[in-house]
């Protein structure tokens, strides 16, 4: 096949991943966007060759889908969008490898394995960015996906990879001229897989939360530029700005106030903040409120005194070693405030992995710090007397966890309460992509979220994944809502990625069986 050809099929793929995504119309192209390289495989003979064809693709996925990280950092951008392209083309290199060494069968089984390993690695390690996870496709067709309760996005991303194998298996009966036994059985494997997808909405039966509730939630907007909002002269007004809102949304039947990340943008020490001046007009608002209970974003610090407690703490002049704290804050009158950390820290802003701490003057700034946040060990719920609501404190980019956001529910979370600063990426796609995985976890958790975001969008989700109510982009605003409770557990809480660890654990099984072989055959011939 020409070379032309070859060029066409890579950037197929990578047009069909693109139209897929969510923001897109064409969800459904999910399906088929990966049979061009399935394709391509088969005539390309060097792996350097089919190598730089599968990054042309995925390159294309990712500049079209996340080019609006640019609008926060230019290098932050680039350095992401290629190093994720990079990775992404390691598991086809390993198929490719296969390919020429087993059956066509063993191979694309091996890809399966190859890319669900991937997936749940970049979930779990150092340079974390599983924005464009296979199974995150659904995220605006939530009907569809009632079933990821049970397998979360892994059961997605699966689906997904099993489909395109399907597909490229029958085209390539059809080219081939088998014997029609084949082409029928894959036919109708796909049209199984077809109908379940499309049925699972009737098969599982969702319980619609009960519509008495009285308690509501008040979620905050307060749309303030992102750019601004650390300044210190325009703190009072910023948070002046809070709690009028606040006092607008709230009733007799308000339990709990939400503002986004950063609200609390005065930093302090973590031990300074009920007498930190600016912050007295909140915990006034508190006292006069006394069944309400706020819960913020705040920046603090820690000190550890003269030890270094944890890797990423940092020196002041005098010596004094801290920790600096993207964090949350819940206050209620007559007790003690609860922090939580975030834990999920952006790769390139707010953490850098230690292999490339040399690369950190070359990453900008938005909405975190090269230097490195601190963490917490573990997730945190809030908790207070009187309040009907256990919330989840779940920072910006930790939504887009499925299985430790079901974490916090395992601790009792009965709320998902997700609070960002979407504005750093402007008026692009990147606010609404993050808006719609939350409601991968609504449907995963069965619990309610309330989004607050400081320039939008703003919403609440409810525990089907739908957005019942949502406040537009660039506004001041608040939303009250009576959202249900809810304390059961689903299936994919108590037992989360269990698919991707089953498919990394058979993976290394399989590798591991190959690499044995290898050298038996090898020291049989000596």
Known sequence: MKTAKLLGLSVLTGILLTMAWPMAAFTLLIFIALVPLLYLADYVTKPKHFFSYAFISFFIWNASTTWWLWNSTGVGAVAAITANTLLMCLPWWGFFACKKKYSGNVALLMLLLFWMSFEYIHLNWEL????????????TNTTWIQWYEYTGVGGGSLLILVMNIFTYQLLAFINQKVEPKKMMLKSASILLLIILFFATNHLIKVEDAASTTKENVGIIQPNISPYEKFELSAASKQIQLLISLSESAIDSNTKLIIWPETAMSVADWQDNIASNSYYQPIFEFAKQHPTITILSGIETFKSYGNNKETPTARTTDNGIFYDAFNASIAIKANEVFQ??????????????????RFLAPAFEKFGGTTGGYGTSDSVTVFTFTGNPYTAAPIICYESIYGEYVGSYVKKGASLLAVITNDGWWGNTPGHLQHLSLARLRAIETRRWVARSANTGISAVINHKGEIVAQ????????????????????????YGDYIYKGSLLLCLILVASSLFSAVKKKFTKV
Do not use: C, H, M, R
């Not at 820290?345 to 292999?355: D, K, Q, R």
């Not at 406040?471 to 108590?494: R, S």
């Open 128 to 139: 974390s960015w599983p924005w464009l996870t296979l199974g995150n496709v659904f995220a």
């Open 339 to 356: 922090l939580y950390n975030k834990s999920k820290l952006v790769p390139g802003v707010e953490s850098l992995p230690s292999f490339l």
């Open 471 to 494: 406040q537009p982009w660039d506004k001041a605003a608040f939303i009250k809502y009576a959202i249900p409770n809810n304390t059961k557990l689903t299936f994919y809480v108590q």
